[in-house]
């Protein structure tokens, strides 16, 4: 497995934990939970692991290994767009139909972690759906 | 507009060189190994300058190696 599929796993580990952990804790704690979202901040620590230990003329990544996180990088880019413009155009359908005045404070947050976290996420998983597409999911 | 298959002769040109492992390959072509079975396997085109790699690292001619 190359370090670049290594470094997918890793994210997709640590988004669903945290999701887990926060699905889990906020119906309890409530607005106290929301600490717990701290938890994506570990995807931070996914360029620094899975370093590649190269021997003497071994490239770490090729054209190839561009092209797939090229194609990662954009479908992330494009569920991250998609999912930014619904989650900001909720708060107005909430306050047309509820014929609330103001939105919570909390709400700005949530869409920009989320959001965040829809771009990770979706790169991660067309990461690893693209090298399984193209073929040598061998060993390394 | 219609996508022309590529072939290719690494697995036979490989076998020809005293079975050159994938990594050897790999390592003159300056790629990863999976990109080389990937290609092997016709699961990925190369780009120009990584089939004249290919080509140079068997000290063959671009189209002994790569043809449609």
Not at chain 2, 43 to 49: F, I, M, Q
């Amino acid at each position: 497995m190359l370090p670049e599929q290594k470094r997918a796993w890793f994210v997709v580990v640590i988004i669903v934990i945290a999701l887990a952990g926060v699905a889990a804790v906020v119906p309890f704690a409530g607005v106290r939970a929301w600490p717990a979202v701290g938890l994506f901040s570990l995807v931070g620590l996914a360029p620094f692991l899975f370093r590649p230990k190269l021997k003497p003329g071994e490239v770490a990544s090729d054209e190839r290994d561009q092209k797939i996180l090229l194609g990662a990088t954009l479908g992330g880019f494009a569920a991250s767009h998609t999912w930014f413009v619904l989650a900001c155009m909720a708060p107005w359908f909430f306050c047309v139909f509820r014929g609330e005045k103001a939105i919570s404070i909390q709400v700005l947050p949530v869409i920009v972690i989320s959001d965040i976290v829809v771009w990770l996420l979706t790169r991660a998983v067309s990461t690893l759906v693209l090298y399984r597409r193209e073929g040598a999911n061998g060993a390394h | 507009m219609a996508r022309t298959e590529i072939k290719n002769e690494i697995r036979r040109l490989r076998f020809d060189r005293d079975e050159m492992t994938q990594e050897e390959l790999a390592r003159r072509a300056k790629c990863t190994r999976q990109t080389i079975i990937a290609i092997e396997a016709g699961k990925y085109a190369p780009s120009l300058e990584l089939a004249f790699r290919i080509a140079r690292a068997f000290g063959k001619h671009i189209e002994e190696v790569f043809h449609s």
